[in-house]
C-alpha cells in the first residue's frame, strides 16, 4: 500500500540502517505531503539489499550531512549529556540533563534546526520540508522500549510526545499525575 501522510500522522522508524530507494522517495513523498517521520540510529547508511553506501540518501530530507562508507560504519559514539530545547512545530521542548550516547559525532546540520548537541554534535535534529517535518535523533530510541518504566527515558518520551502533538494527532483522553507530568508506563485504551 501507499504510505499516506492523511492516514498515517507521524511514523516513527528506529534503527533503519537498511533502505531501499523506493523507501527513500515514499518517505519523501509522505513527508512532502505533511507526515511527520522520526527516525533514529544511522538511517541510508546501508541499501535495502544491505550495501554500504557512498552517500546517504536521507540527509536532504532530514536536513543534516552525514558520514557515508566505511567511515560512518567504524566511528565511535559518544556518551553526554545535554539539554534539549526549541520546539517541534508549535510544541516547544526545555529538557535539561538529558544523558544520551550519540550515535554518530560527525553529522552537521544543513537545513535542519539542533534542539541539542553532545560533544558539538546535534542530537535531535528537525526539519520542516513541504507540508511535513523530520526529526532525526542521533541516539537511540531502544532505551525508551527496554526500560520504560525508568524516570531516566523521560527526554525520550517527552520528544515523542512533542512529534506527535505537532503533527495534529490528538489522544481521546490524557493521563497526567498531580503535578502535570506525564505517566510512565501508560497506556490508555
Given at each position: 500500500?501507499?504510505?499516506?501522510?492523511?492516514?498515517?500522522r507521524?511514523?516513527?522508524?528506529?534503527?533503519?540502517?537498511?533502505?531501499?530507494?523506493?523507501m527513500?522517495?515514499?518517505?519523501?513523498?509522505?513527508?512532502?505531503?505533511?507526515?511527520?517521520?522520526?527516525?533514529?540510529?544511522?538511517?541510508?547508511?546501508?541499501?535495502?539489499?544491505?550495501?554500504?553506501?557512498?552517500?546517504?540518501?536521507?540527509?536532504d530530507?532530514?536536513?543534516?550531512?552525514?558520514?557515508?562508507?566505511?567511515?560512518?560504519?567504524?566511528?565511535?559514539t559518544?556518551?553526554?549529556?545535554?539539554?534539549?530545547?526549541?520546539?517541534v512545530?508549535?510544541?516547544?521542548?526545555?529538557?535539561?540533563?538529558v544523558p544520551?550516547?550519540v550515535?554518530e559525532?560527525?553529522?552537521?546540520?544543513?537545513?535542519g534546526?539542533?534542539?541539542g548537541?553532545?560533544?558539538?554534535?546535534p542530537?535531535?535534529?528537525?526539519?520542516?520540508?513541504?507540508?511535513?517535518?523530520?526529526?532525526?535523533?542521533?541516539?537511540?530510541?531502544?532505551?525508551?522500549e527496554?526500560r520504560?518504566?525508568e524516570?531516566?527515558?523521560?527526554?525520550?518520551?517527552?520528544?515523542?510526545?512533542?512529534?506527535?502533538?505537532?503533527?495534529?494527532?490528538?489522544?481521546?483522553?490524557?493521563?497526567?499525575?498531580?503535578?502535570?507530568?506525564?505517566?510512565?508506563?501508560?497506556?490508555?485504551?
Amino acid at each position: 500500500g501507499r504510505l499516506s501522510a492523511d492516514e498515517h500522522r507521524v511514523l516513527v522508524l528506529p534503527v533503519t540502517s537498511c533502505i531501499s530507494d523506493d523507501m527513500v522517495r515514499a518517505l519523501q513523498a509522505y513527508v512532502e505531503a505533511g507526515g511527520t517521520l522520526v527516525v533514529d540510529g544511522r538511517p541510508g547508511l546501508l541499501s535495502g539489499q544491505g550495501r554500504i553506501r557512498d552517500s546517504r540518501p536521507l540527509d536532504d530530507l532530514l536536513g543534516v550531512a552525514s558520514p557515508a562508507g566505511m567511515e560512518a560504519i567504524t566511528a565511535e559514539t559518544q556518551a553526554g549529556e545535554t539539554a534539549i530545547s526549541g520546539a517541534v512545530g508549535e510544541v516547544p521542548l526545555d529538557l535539561s540533563g538529558v544523558p544520551l550516547r550519540v550515535f554518530e559525532t560527525g553529522i552537521t546540520t544543513t537545513d535542519g534546526t539542533a534542539l541539542g548537541e553532545v560533544g558539538g554534535a546535534p542530537v535531535a535534529i528537525v526539519n520542516e520540508v513541504g507540508e511535513g517535518r523530520t526529526i532525526l535523533l542521533n541516539f537511540s530510541l531502544e532505551p525508551y522500549e527496554s526500560r520504560r518504566a525508568e524516570v531516566g527515558v523521560r527526554p525520550i518520551q517527552e520528544v515523542l510526545v512533542a512529534a506527535v502533538e505537532a503533527a495534529g494527532v490528538e489522544a481521546p483522553a490524557s493521563v497526567m499525575r498531580t503535578d502535570g507530568s506525564r505517566p510512565l508506563c501508560v497506556q490508555t485504551v
